[in-house]
């Protein structure tokens, strides 16, 4: 992912769904050589959204930065099996930086390192 900053439009987030495989999981990483790239929500403050929502299997989200809205990465809405969040870093948010806590989900071999 080149370095860039990434803005959420309006009062929304931005939504991935990742279904990678075991022998060849998705992987989205910053680009070498560069700057972490930055996903930032529009709006601060009690009227924010999350940054991000991430689901799927088979996954790693390497190298990158979150910033602002009201929680920074939300595992969810739905089962999410094998993922990795590696070297994240996730800031000035007004809640929780990291969730995976939905009613009802299953959350499986969700792993965080060297964040």
């Known amino acids: 992912m080149q ?9 929304g987030y931005f939504q991935l769904n990742l279904n990678g495989n075991r022998t060849t999981p998705i992987i ?3 680009a070498p050589n560069q700057p972490r790239p930055i996903i930032q929500c ?5 009227s924010a959204q999350h940054i991000m929502n991430i689901q ?3 996954f790693m989200i390497k190298g ?8 920074g990465i939300r595992i969810g809405p739905s089962t999410t099996k094998n ?22 989900n299953e959350y499986v071999h969700i792993t965080l390192r060297n964040s």
């Open 83 to 104: 993922a990795i969040f590696d070297n994240i870093y996730i800031y000035n948010t007004t809640g929780t930086s990291f969730s995976a806590d939905d009613v009802a």
């Open 56 to 58: 799927g299997s088979n």
């Open 3 to 11: 370095y860039s900053i990434y803005v959420t439009s309006g009062f």
């Open 42 to 46: 529009l709006q601060t403050g009690t």
């Open 28 to 30: 989205i990483q910053e």
């Open 64 to 71: 990158i930065v979150f910033t602002k809205g009201s929680r």
